[in-house]
């Protein structure tokens, strides 16, 4: 399952996939280079579809839980004065993800 978000840019790398490996196909000389532009195209769209994907997530149930906005690690957590929008004390919590 894709994600709402990359709707738009899974559909404009599909085309230019397609388009590239239509040109190539078309237009370049030698079957083996022709079929490494069309893997390497391929593999984008792969990477595409792999970075915009929207996997089922089951929250677990229970009080004083804290569930991530994101997948990945917990690199940093600290408490902090940020006097731009709290104005006050907060916790930062810096996730690192990483496609």
Excluded at 19 to 28: C, D, F, I, P
Excluded at 32 to 49: E, H, M, P, S, W
């Amino acid at each position: 399952m894709i994600t709402r978000y990359g709707y738009d840019v899974v559909g404009v790398v599909f085309l230019v996939v397609l388009t590239g490996s239509l040109l190539s196909w078309y237009l370049v000389n030698g079957v083996v280079i022709k079929a490494l532009i069309i893997a390497l195209l391929i593999l984008i769209l792969l990477f595409t579809l792999y970075f915009f994907r929207d996997p089922d997530r089951t929250t677990p149930a229970g009080k004083d839980l804290v569930i991530s906005p994101a997948d990945g690690e917990v690199v940093l957590v600290k408490e902090v004065r940020e006097d731009v929008f709290l104005k006050g004390e907060g916790v930062q919590v810096s996730i690192f993800m990483s496609p």
